[in-house]
């Protein structure tokens, strides 16, 4: 029940912020502040494909074992950036939050049988 909630929650959470960074000027400005505005698709796909990933891991494993494991290791070099920028705990929190609901789910995945 707990690896189901939390894939809901964070799957349709990454496919909001992966079409939103692909389409929100906002999104995209902070990216230009970070200066990382190369990375602007890449990230946006990759949030929206492991959005997706999360969701169709709930039937197939390792599916769920490679979306979460990447989406962990994205919002953790998130969480760097936003250290780097010197940004405050508040606006840091959402990439400390995922980084560690994603990594729990990755090891949720090893220690329950589905």
Do not use: C, H
């Amino acid at each position: 029940m707990t690896i189901l909630v939390l894939a809901l929650f964070t799957g349709i959470s990454f496919i909001i912020y992966g079409i939103l960074l692909l389409k929100s000027k906002k999104m995209q400005e902070e990216f230009v502040r970070f200066e990382l505005e190369k990375y602007i698709k890449l990230v946006g796909v990759l949030e929206l494909l492991a959005g997706v990933g999360l969701l169709i891991g709930l039937k197939f494993n390792v599916v769920l074992q490679l979306s979460s494991l990447g989406l962990g290791v994205l919002m953790f070099l998130g969480l760097l950036t936003r250290i780097k920028v010197k940004d405050s705990f508040l606006i840091s929190f959402p990439s400390l939050f995922f980084t560690i609901i994603n990594f729990y789910i990755l090891y949720l995945t090893f220690i329950t049988t589905n």
